[in-house]
């Protein structure tokens, strides 16, 4: 395997680390994973998930709640509340 030396500024550089240490692989894989999807050589390489493309949205908003899911009169009226909606727009 040949090497290659690439200089990044500090704050690629970071964004690359975050990323293998999140895939639990090491910068040299990230990198070549990702010149491979770059150039087309690998067309076994899976597209990117939806949790992939939407990863940075996941926790940006918060209810203030912590107990929607297990509170059986919080869903009833969100249930309600999506049929009066959903009622309104058919009214329209």
């Given at each position: 395997m040949n090497a290659l030396s690439v200089k990044l500024p500090t704050d690629l550089y970071a964004a690359l680390s975050r990323e293998a240490r999140r895939r639990n692989v090491t910068?040299?894989?990230l990198v070549r994973e990702l010149i491979e999807q770059a150039i087309g050589r690998n067309p076994d390489a899976a597209p990117p998930s939806c949790a992939d493309l939407?990863?940075?949205l996941v926790g940006?908003?918060?209810?203030?709640?912590?107990?929607?899911?297990?509170?059986?009169?919080?869903?009833?009226?969100?249930v309600a509340l999506d049929a009066?909606?959903?009622a309104a727009d058919r009214r329209r």
């Open positions: 910068r040299s894989t939407a990863g940075d940006v908003v918060r209810s203030g709640r912590t107990d929607l899911a297990t509170n059986p009169r919080l869903l009833d009226e969100a009066r909606r959903a």
